[in-house]
């Protein structure tokens, strides 16, 4: 139950969780009131269904503090995200640098946590925005 008190949602996905939370609430309340004496196998499919549906959307929005334990981080870069390095190459960066800098491309599953941290302390200079492709996101 300790652990539990510590788990912290980002505030971005608070609005989503509510909806959702009212949805699914409302899908197991008229499963119930529909078929819950008759086919109570029913409401338990759908209701443990829905359940999961639920923790896989909260598992989506937590936001864990991030610890290292026992080491310092001035001075090192940290992972700027939770997942799996899919391309680590060296690119023509044509906007800001002018010149070659080395691209490091994470995918982060739905079971990752969805948050991106700073990997260095400095200060943010320029921040644009670019549509995506629609790619497949697993894909360098």
């Known amino acids: 139950m300790r652990k539990l008190r510590k788990i912290r949602l980002h505030q971005e996905g608070t609005h989503q969780l509510t909806i959702g939370f009212f949805f699914c609430a409302s899908i197991c309340a008229l499963t119930w009131w529909l078929a819950y004496p008759e ?12 359940t999961t549906i639920y923790a896989l959307l909260i598992n989506f929005f937590r936001c864990p503090p991030r610890r290292f334990p026992g080491e310092e981080t001035d001075g090192i870069v ?20 002018h010149d070659r800098r080395l691209q490091l491309s994470i995918f982060m599953s739905p079971l990752n946590v969805h948050a991106n941290w700073y990997p260095v302390d400095g200060v943010v200079k320029k921040v644009t925005h670019e549509n995506g492709k629609f790619h497949r996101a697993f894909l360098p």
Do not use: N, Q, S
């Open 39 to 50: 086919h109570r196998w029913l409401f338990i499919i759908i209701t443990v269904f829905v």
């Open 78 to 97: 940290v992972a700027p995200a939770d997942g799996k390095i899919v391309v680590i190459e060296e690119v023509e960066e044509p906007d800001y640098f």
